[in-house]
């Protein structure tokens, strides 16, 4: 007994009709006809009376139809789970994120992976944008969030995920107003260095190159956080993030002097030759569809 005999059995039953059984089932009628004829054939026993106006189930046929259509749901069912399974992804998946890069687009990613993809276990590292994108490169990460104030690399895959700009700021009253567009005076202030190891830091080196200054005094700390901090405590001019040069200037912290001109993006980035796995593809689709600039 073939699963298409049973399908067309069904549907001549529910439609009454050859010629409606066919357009439903997509079959020529001779077709569905043969089908009911196989199936008579194999049960040793009629089905259907053929009656002038359809067709019409005999005892025997009603005691069967309950049967086929249970198995018809059972081939259903069992499609529809073997299709679930197939699509269920699973796993470990090893995640980094870059300081500075936002907890806000990896909270979004791993609330909408958690109930798309329960299955995915997800391990999180921490640290500066370069040693994240260093271990995405070197297939320690499976793949990252980091800050890229460049262009990023032509080997990695990335989704932009947001942009935020980046501002000189300096402590309230230390720096007058006849000095904040004299980048030679400004040379003569500490200046508080983010190591080369952040964006921060990268934007202040193009910076300098850019103005060609080299400030008499250089603190080197390896944490945006940090000079928030230190800048506020009137202890020198450094680079803020955007979000936290406008809070910092809106609670009267710090003095906004320049805007550094090199807009930063934070980028979801895994290495191109895995491009055909399927949980990094699918967290590239939800980047791209929920989450991305």
Not at 97 to 119: F, H
Request: contains cysteine; charged residues 25%; glycine residues 8%.
């Amino acid at each position: 007994m073939e699963i298409h005999q049973l399908k067309t059995f069904v549907t001549v039953a529910r439609e009454g009709t050859i010629t409606r059984a066919s357009e439903k089932l997509h079959l020529s009628q001779p077709a569905v006809s043969a089908h009911i004829k196989a199936m008579e054939e194999s049960l040793g026993f009629t089905l259907f009376e053929r009656m002038p106006k359809g067709m019409i189930l005999t005892t025997k046929g009603q005691q069967l139809l309950g049967s086929a259509e249970k198995i018809l749901d059972a081939r259903l069912n069992f499609l529809q789970q073997a299709e679930t399974l197939k699509s269920n992804l699973a796993g470990r998946l090893r995640l980094g994120i870059g300081s500075g890069s936002g907890m806000e687009p990896l909270g979004r990613l791993l609330t909408v992976l958690a109930k798309q993809c329960p299955d995915v276990e997800v391990a999180l590292k921490h640290g500066s944008s370069t040693e994240i994108l260093d271990a995405i490169q070197s297939g320690d990460l499976d793949g990252g969030f980091y800050n890229e104030s460049g262009t990023a690399n032509e080997a990695l895959q990335t989704v932009t995920v947001s942009v935020f700009r980046i501002f000189l700021a300096a402590p309230i009253g230390l720096v007058s107003k006849e000095d904040q567009n004299n980048w030679h005076a400004l040379a003569e202030f500490p200046w508080i260095h983010p190591t080369s190891s952040t964006c921060c830091g990268r934007v202040m080196d193009k910076l300098l190159k850019k103005k060609e200054i080299e400030p008499s005094r250089m603190i080197s700390i390896d944490s945006e956080k940090v000079t928030r901090t230190l800048i506020t405590g009137g202890v020198g001019i450094g680079l803020l993030h955007e979000q936290s040069a406008l809070e910092a200037e809106s609670r009267n912290e710090v003095e906004l002097l320049y805007e550094a001109g090199h807009s930063v993006r934070v980028l979801f980035a895994y290495q191109k030759k895995r491009d055909q796995d399927p949980v990094l593809r699918k967290i590239q689709s939800i980047l791209e569809t929920e989450i991305s600039v």
